[in-house]
């Protein structure tokens, strides 16, 4: 089965910093891959997505991430932090019927 | 749209009493799943549904169980309920499994207690 793999459980960040979110998955092939966003007391939102063709894929509010298939890895950019990016981070694989999460990473936004 | 809805948002059980949690979308998916989301673990399936009256396991059924009568509802049944089912519970919808590259629509949560 694929999974993903999020290192940090917890990232500070400063207001109008960068701010990058890392994903590791595992599959030989090339995966399908999420990125959900949970704002406080919400449910969780989709940021963007990968299935195949440019590494780079572009989200909501000023995410990107980008797929490197030598790293197995996925990360989330953003340029410059707002204080509402103050959430939690889902990494998310599909198998078959449903989604495997990684067990996310808590942003918060000093000012 | 109103997308997923879920009730109640908050909910206190003590042990041993039972509920059921509500979820309806309005998007006319064929899909429905329950999810439940605990500190530093992500979320783990609870029970899934392809169709009106097609359901089964998740990787986290035990004292659980769903039903699904309607495209629209997949409510989410606790029997004698647990300390060790205080979680979040999300549902979630969408057009296709989660394979065929279609994204899965949440709800806003409920957030469950028991004690």
């Known amino acids: 089965a694929q999974s993903v793999t999020q290192p940090d459980i917890h990232i500070t960040v400063s207001e109008g910093a960068s701010l990058e979110l890392r994903c590791n998955y595992s599959?030989?092939?090339?995966?399908?891959l999420f990125w959900y966003v949970q704002s406080p007391g919400q449910g969780l939102q989709l940021l963007l997505k990968y299935f195949s063709g440019d590494t780079l894929v572009q989200g909501i509010k000023g995410f990107e991430a980008e797929f490197k298939r030598s790293q197995s890895s996925f990360n989330l950019r953003k340029p410059s932090v707002h204080w509402s990016d103050a959430a939690e981070y889902f990494c998310?694989?599909?198998?078959?019927?449903?989604?495997?999460f990684g067990a996310g990473t808590t942003v918060t936004v000093r000012a | 749209n109103a997308g997923v809805t879920q009730t109640p948002k908050f909910r206190i059980l003590k042990i041993g009493q039972s509920m059921t949690l509500q979820c309806t979308q309005d998007?006319?998916?064929?899909?429905m799943y329950w999810y439940r989301q605990d500190p530093g673990m992500g979320l783990k399936l609870i029970y899934y549904s392809v169709g009106a009256g097609i359901t089964d396991k998740g990787e986290v059924p035990n004292g659980y169980n769903v039903s699904r009568s309607t495209t629209e509802d997949f409510p989410l049944r606790l029997e004698l309920a647990a300390p060790s089912q205080t979680s979040v519970y999300f549902c979630a919808s969408s057009y296709s499994k989660a394979s065929g590259r279609h994204e899965q629509y949440f709800g806003p949560g409920t957030r469950l207690t028991v004690t």
């Open positions: 998310a694989v599909p198998n078959d019927y449903k989604l495997s």
């Open positions: 998007m006319n998916h064929n899909y």
């Open positions: 599959y030989g092939a090339t995966p399908y």
